[in-house]
């Protein structure tokens, strides 16, 4: 069956980076465009990043551009989300996504939380 798992969360400080990456089985990876999204407590979850299959055409949430780079690496079928220049409202729990066959899968997530 389809699984993703999330890791590489945890604090950072104002500024700092973190890379997450999302492992995926069950599905032929390369095929399926993947995505980035996050909660924040008592917000809805919203998108972040997506990147196609075959062509990695890449979208990102205004909030990110230019500080996230989403990225994908099929041999290992693994999709990342680089996050560099990270500030406090980047705090949520950010969950890898992929919509296969029609129907949308998720990860369990990762807290990812910036503070000093």
């Known amino acids: 069956q389809v699984r993703l798992v999330e890791s590489g969360g945890g604090l950072v400080q104002p500024g700092g980076s973190l890379r997450l990456s999302c492992a995926a089985s069950?599905?032929?990876?390369?095929?399926?465009?993947m995505s980035w999204y996050r909660q924040a407590p008592g917000k809805e979850r919203e998108f972040v990043a997506s990147?196609?299959?075959?062509?990695?055409?890449?979208k990102y949430a205004d909030s990110v551009k230019g500080r996230f780079t989403i990225f994908r690496v099929d041999a290992s079928y693994t999709v990342y989300l680089q996050m560099n220049a990270l500030k406090p409202e980047d705090t949520a729990r950010y969950f890898c996504?992929?919509?296969?066959?029609?129907?949308?899968?998720w990860g369990q997530g990762t807290q990812v939380t910036v503070s000093s």
């Open positions: 996504q992929a919509n296969v066959m029609g129907r949308r899968y």
């Open positions: 069950g599905f032929f990876f390369s095929s399926y465009d």
């Open positions: 990147i196609a299959s075959g062509d990695g055409v890449t």
